[in-house]
């Protein structure tokens, strides 16, 4: 169908405001041209960019009424990332694209963070307000294989997986696709029933529908990216070169617009002459526009214009959208999500930059708590960098906004694979700044300020020597083991499994040996304050504010000891404490009982130290040792007034026969109960170690009694011969 010649529009950046800054605007070419172009505007991986301090989308709407583009459209993950944008599932995020006159994305990863009802529409957030298509040619459910996402039947069949716009007078393909990478980047509960089918196949299906064939042009929205960890039949330009060297496709021309990689590409990505990729990075940073070439497509131009560069004035409408949802974002994070925080948790600059602090072992801990269950491979261990923690957490109510507060960049929950060498060597380049003249905790030198000091879980210890070289200081790293429950050394050649944060598990503050292919879960303000909200079974004494670092600990090389790699064997310890503690004090002396409870305290601490309860590794030889204290503890104890030494004031009576009057002496009836004596004593819990003093006592009693039975019949018989 041949369509109406239009005079090409040329974008031309014609006054400086201020250095660094360009007023944009439409004007036409002086030669008017005789030839058939459009001109679409875009953008991707938003991630919830609006609010008073973040105009962006006020002055893209402005923009695009200077332009006029006939599309606008964008890659996806648009509604999760801030706070602001988070807090009601996208709504407002919505309200907004709605009214800068958004026409179609594609469904993102990110899109299923707040569930696939949200994302339907059958649940209150982005979906349910949203006035244009959100599109998906390759998300299935699993069980029927029927597709998840429709298009709105004001612009297209009802069952159709694609759009057919028709505007100014063009026909126009729109088609989605989304990374099937989306089974791990967000939470398994939110996907649950729900598929992905390889790209190519599915948006080859789509160009190609009888349906479409009559299209001027196609505009492929794809939430693919271009990162290499990526399988290739996933990536966008992968699939930009299918589709260019299919053979059905030569007369066809197509728009891809990216996502998912956050990747700039300046100029576009030309492949033959029928396939243009185009990416414009993230978070609003720029905004992209093609000026579309109908006539010769090969000349067709892409260009990415910085946000920064833009000077006009905030569109109005969309200011008033955003002060709203401004105000009402200050409501919802009011929320008390804590009422009785009982810790003042750390997170001033000059701590967390620097050493442990009681935050980010609790905010690490709560990855963790998330990554067991939340990622395909439960997490081994979770570090986050000190400069992404921004504020302390004080005693009493917490509420979500301090939450925000502590964690305010909309970072996003990942995890990633890393072989021990990797985990060695990022903790050696934490742990790599010049040393202060001043001590830490341990009488080390402290290190200096660094934004990429990394805080860990309670799932690994760190210990490193600071007076040491940089890249030298780093002595053992230990990981909880689940099978031997208990810390292990590193296994330099081993796979683990790390949480953290986007930022680092992209190679951020420098942290080049990380990268390659991640996992990713919902933002991790939204992780942490879900851990304090709803864990009834945190134990804040982990978290005490006044102890020493217990994770990351300074310690002397010479000092240091090298745990042992073979599994230890302490049900024994567990089997003589047990014991122990069944023993009550009544019937032991102080001091006895006392050198048992300390036995005790020394065989729990090392079992504490086993799961990973206080920084000092133990070996088997401390285990075998604590059994013995025991042991010896248990033998030694003395009934209370049965091993007192004799008073030496009191001596034995030796008590005077009267040979004239035989009745028995009363010193012998009423014998004293000398110190050190008892009348009665059960004693057969006591070691056997000699002859009872009872037994002495009662046998110079029987002698006594003997002799005077002997001296009674002498007198008497002496008395029968008379």
Do not use: C
């Not at 083991?481 to 790390?498: F, S």
């Not at 990380?514 to 851990?531: N, T, Y």
């Not at 104890?637 to 026969?657: H, M, S, Y």
């Not at 004693?683 to 005077?708: E, F, M, Q, R």
Request: hydrophobic residues 35%.
């Amino acid at each position: 169908m041949k369509k109406p010649k239009i005079i090409l529009l040329v974008l031309s950046l014609l006054t400086l405001i201020t250095p660094g800054h360009l007023v944009l605007s439409v004007a036409a070419d002086n030669a008017t041209q005789d030839v058939n172009t459009v001109t679409i505007m875009h953008t991707n991986d938003m991630h919830g960019r609006f609010g008073t301090k973040s105009l962006g989308l006020a002055h893209i709407k402005t923009l695009k009424d200077e332009i006029n583009p006939l599309l606008l459209v964008d890659g996806g993950d648009a509604f999760q990332g801030l706070p602001i944008s988070n807090v009601d599932k996208g709504a407002s995020m919505a309200k907004i694209m709605n009214a800068v006159g958004y026409d179609a994305m594609v469904v993102g990863n990110h899109e299923f963070d707040f569930g696939t009802a949200v994302a339907l529409g059958e649940a209150e957030g982005f979906g349910s307000n949203l006035k244009f298509p959100v599109l998906s040619s390759n998300t299935v459910y699993t069980e029927s294989n029927q597709k998840v996402f429709k298009e709105s039947i004001l612009i297209s069949k009802p069952s159709s997986n694609s759009a057919l716009i028709e505007k100014d007078g063009y026909k126009i393909a729109v088609i989605g696709a989304t990374t099937p990478e989306t089974q791990t980047k967000t939470h398994p509960k939110n996907i649950e029933g729900i598929s992905w089918l390889d790209p190519i196949p599915t948006v080859t299906h789509e160009i190609l529908k009888e349906d479409y064939k009559d299209a001027d042009f196609y505009v492929v929205l794809t939430h693919l990216g271009i990162d290499n960890e990526t399988k290739d039949a996933w990536r966008s330009d992968t699939l930009a070169h299918s589709l260019s060297e299919n053979s059905d496709m030569k007369d066809k021309k197509i728009l891809i617009v990216d996502g998912h990689s956050h990747t700039p590409i300046e100029n576009g990505i030309h492949v033959g002459d029928n396939v243009i990729l185009v990416q414009t990075g993230e978070h609003l940073n720029n905004v992209g526009l093609v000026t579309l070439n109908l006539d010769d497509f090969s000349s067709s131009v892409a260009k990415l214009i910085p946000l920064k560069d833009i000077a006009n004035q905030p569109d109005p409408e969309i200011m008033e959208i955003i002060q709203s949802s401004d105000a009402a974002y200050s409501d919802l994070v009011s929320k008390v999500i804590k009422e009785n925080n009982p810790i003042n948790f750390q997170g001033q600059r000059d701590l967390v930059r620097v050493q442990e602090t009681n935050l980010g072992n609790i905010i690490t801990d709560s990855m963790v708590a998330y990554g067991k269950e939340g990622f395909k491979n439960p997490t081994d261990f979770a570090v986050i960098n000190g400069g992404g923690i921004r504020a302390n957490l004080a005693k009493g109510p917490i509420t979500l906004g301090d939450v925000i507060s502590v964690l305010p960049f909309g970072n996003v929950m990942s995890q990633i694979s890393v072989t021990g060498r990797q985990v060695w060597d990022m903790f050696e380049f934490s742990l790599r700044t010049d040393v202060q003249d001043v001590p830490d905790h341990n009488g080390l030198p402290k290190l200096g300020s660094n934004g990429g000091f990394l805080h860990v879980s309670d799932t690994i210890r760190i210990h490193y020597d600071s007076s040491k070289e940089a890249s030298s200081r780093v002595l053992g790293i230990d990981i909880y083991d689940a099978e031997q429950d208990r810390l292990i050394p590193i296994d330099l050649e081993k796979t683990y499994y790390m949480a953290t944060n986007d930022f680092l598990a992209a190679g951020g503050d420098g942290y080049s040996m990380l990268g390659g292919p991640r996992e990713e879960g919902p933002s991790l303000d939204a992780v942490f304050a879900d851990f304090m909200e709803h864990n009834a079974f945190i134990d804040w004494e982990r978290y005490d504010e006044n102890q020493n670092p217990q994770r990351i600990i300074s310690i002397l090389e010479k000092d240091y000891t090298i745990p042992s790699v073979t599994p230890l064997e302490f049900e024994a310890l567990e089997q003589i404490l047990d014991k122990a503690k069944a023993i009550k004090p009544n019937a032991y002396t102080e001091e006895s009982y006392q050198n048992l409870q300390d036995a005790i305290a020394v065989g729990e601490s090392y079992l504490q130290s086993l799961t990973m309860r206080t920084a000092q590794p133990v070996s088997q030889d401390d285990i075998n040792k604590a059994i013995a204290q025991i042991e010896d503890a248990i033998a030694n104890l003395k009934l209370k007034d049965i091993n007192k030494p004799i008073v030496e004031t009191e001596k034995p009576v030796t008590p005077e026969i009267d040979t004239k009057n035989p009745s028995l002496p009363t010193e012998v009836v009423n014998k004293p109960v000398l110190s050190g004596e008892q009348e009665t004593s059960n004693i057969s819990t006591l070691p056997k170690t000699g002859i009872d003093n009872h037994y002495i006592s009662g046998l110079g009693s029987g002698l006594a009694v003997l002799g005077w039975l002997l001296v009674r019949g002498i007198h008497k018989k002496e008395t029968d011969n008379q």
